[in-house]
């Protein structure tokens, strides 16, 4: 009964009383809308740089501690222990390239690849980071050490480079090239792999008390160290190009 | 706003994934039903442009779907993602900020308010390992809502979610859909039926059904088991 009248009075008040016509709604709705728009905009001023930087921020710390101690490692190592070869350095440099393409491959392995992808900066500004940050550092590291091998040993330049870099470049190259053809966990066990394989063999020679140019001339390492660098930055292009779509698994 | 889809196809050597579908989408609710293997997931990769079509385009607003312009209005909740270790709940959401482009004060700004949107305000200091399924669901979608996307895609948004928070979910995308384009593909008939303004049905590619709750004509799992030969 209570409920009926209240109704009833409820119907009797909006005869009497009739809600005005709304003016100027069409107007408050498209301010509400360029309100939320500048709100918008002012919130997403973040540059592609100021996004390279952010992620160069998300990459492991321990990657570029490691990178670090290697090179105090070999100066300590130069100062203190003579007689060594540079196959022993030779052997440690495709770990170091290991590192660079495990950081290269962590939106794969934890599987945030589809949210990367389909954001507005995407995976390939990922990668550039992390592989052009953290590899140019390690390139940076190894070039250094190269003249201070080089006052420290008295061995040509050319052949330092070669012992430093040419490990690196081929296991690289090797490395990025096995992921492209390869898709999934198994390209992630082949890079390893591939480390083992070329840091054994530097060891081997340096066990083995062989000389680079007892294997090869002066004229077919450097062929093969600007091939090595050809080849490595090409399928770090490819990788990257690839990357930006999603794999059909 | 208008979401153009024209002729999207997807084809694997002799398997067609998605078979030339067209539709103008515009501010509402679309609900993606079919059986597992009839190309949802692919048809929305396209849509979010991180699988390339075999054929056909896909463009909001004049944007094509490879265009920053399209990705800075887009906000993807994939079927199964996953979050780097040692990320906290917090860290998740800043991540994503960064990636769709909003500077720190208003990533932080925003990430607040979404953790209080999706429940997990009192969670955000802890690693994301230690949440469970539903909590991890959440945390997408949070993700998916952080540049305020004006065209959402849910890709079984619902799934580990309790029956309360799928309610709560089913009016956040309600409210959402008024203004904005949101696809969700769920096989939980339930969140389609009360939420969803069109129903697109899938099967082996194809679109085999494209009209409102009320076209299907009351009961929308009868009709759809119908559409499969489930139900005579």
Known sequence: ?249 | MELIIDRLKKQYGSKIAVDRISRKLTPGVYGLLGANGAGKTTLMRMLCGILKPTGGSVSLDGFDVSSEEYRKALGYLPQDFGYYPNFTGKDFLMYMAALKGLDKNSAKKRCRELLNLVGLESVAGKKVKTYSGGMKQRLGIAQALLNRPKLLILDEPTAGLDPKERVRFRDLIAELGERNIVILSTHIVLDIEHIADRILMMKDGQLIFDGTPYEVGGDLEHFYLEQFGEVE
């Open chain 1, 1 to 249: 009964m209570k409920r009926r009248l209240k109704s009833q009075l409820k119907s009797q008040m909006k005869m009497i009383y009739e809600a005005p016509v709304p003016q100027g709604k069409e107007a408050f709705l498209q301010k509400i809308e360029r309100m939320e728009k500048e709100e918008w905009r002012q919130e997403e001023e973040l540059s592609c740089w100021k996004v390279l930087g952010i992620q160069i921020g998300y990459i492991r710390k321990w990657n570029w501690l490691v990178s670090v101690l290697f090179f105090a490692a070999v100066i300590v190592a130069e100062q203190s222990v003579k007689g060594r070869t540079l196959w022993g350095l030779s052997a440690f440099v495709p770990y170091l390239a290991l590192m660079v393409v495990a950081e290269g491959l962590r939106s794969t392995r934890y599987r945030m690849e589809e949210l990367e992808l389909a954001s507005r900066f995407s995976v390939k500004y990922i990668l550039l980071a992390r592989l052009g940050a953290l590899g140019l550092f390690q390139l940076c590291l190894l070039l250094l050490l190269m003249p201070f091998l080089y006052t420290i040993r008295r061995e040509a330049i050319l052949e330092i480079g070669i012992h430093i870099l040419l490990p690196w470049l081929s296991t690289v190259f090797v490395m990025f090239l096995m992921i492209r053809k390869m898709h999934g966990r198994e390209s992630h066990s082949l890079c390893v792999g591939t480390a083992v394989i070329v840091s054994g063999a530097c060891m081997t020679f340096g066990i083995m008390n062989v000389s680079m140019f007892d294997l090869a001339g002066a004229g077919v390492w450097t062929l093969l160290l600007v091939s090595g660098a050809v080849l490595a930055g090409r399928e770090v292009y490819q990788f990257i190009r690839q990357s930006e779509e999603l794999q059909w698994n």
